[in-house]
């Protein structure tokens, strides 16, 4: 059972677009969300975080939109660049439990 | 930001083998966890552990595993003995708060 689904394996965009990586989740426990980048040979890092009473966060270039009804959440990034060339992981996790479920990942690609 | 060192990058044992991954989390963090990932693919949680006890742990934290942290020093992850798809990266992570720390991954090959 995958309760964190990421649409998209790879994406791939040119320097200066706007990347837009979709996720979904099933368990309705989940009350915060956590995007977290990951470069080759590297842990995974927090990029920017919302949780369900909010339908909109945003930080930078770096947005993300939460439908609670829906049960679904987008990152935006604006103004690609190639150095946000990485995997995205979208996580939801609940009750303060710390226990992060993952989706799958999105490997995203910002052409120069 | 915070970091969380574990050692080493890379273990490369014969299967039946024990191996222990050892974690330093974030000195002022109270909650520890293993997340397991395999070739790039999606990180599972493996187990997390406060107060000196594991909290919850998942159907791939079989038997022959265990963790510990013993007087505030490394958090390890024991793998006794070992099997061949127990090959993947092993993240360590610490919190205070919602927030995970992750380090940058043992990865274990078993042969």
């Known amino acids: 059972q995958q309760q964190v689904r990421q649409s998209s394996q790879s994406l791939t965009v040119w320097e200066g677009e706007t990347a837009i990586l979709n996720c979904s989740y099933e368990?309705?426990?989940?009350?915060?969300f956590p995007w977290y980048q990951q470069f080759p040979g590297e842990g995974p890092a927090l990029l920017i975080a919302i949780r369900s009473v909010s339908d909109k966060k945003e930080d930078g270039r770096f947005t993300i939109f939460f439908n609670k009804r829906e049960k679904n959440l987008s990152l935006h990034i604006k103004d690609s660049q190639p150095g946000d060339s990485a995997t995205y992981f979208c996580a939801g996790t609940g009750a303060n439990t710390g226990k992060l479920t993952f989706g799958h990942g999105t490997i995203l690609r910002v052409h120069p | 930001g915070p970091k969380v060192l574990q050692i080493p990058s890379h273990q490369i044992i014969d299967m039946g083998q024990m191996v222990t991954l050892n974690c330093d989390p974030v000195?002022?963090?109270?909650?520890f966890y293993w997340y397991k990932q395999i070739l790039g693919q999606q990180m599972e949680f493996l187990v997390n552990f406060y107060n000196g006890k594991v909290m919850e742990k998942s159907k791939l934290f079989k038997d022959q595993f265990s963790v510990e942290r013993p007087d505030g020093s490394y958090f390890t992850l024991k793998i006794q003995p070992t099997a061949l798809e127990d090959s993947a990266v092993y993240f360590c992570a610490s919190s205070s708060t919602d927030t995970l720390y992750f380090g940058a991954g043992t990865r274990l090959s078993v042969l």
């Open positions: 000195s002022n963090h109270l909650y």
């Open positions: 368990n309705s426990a989940f009350d915060y």
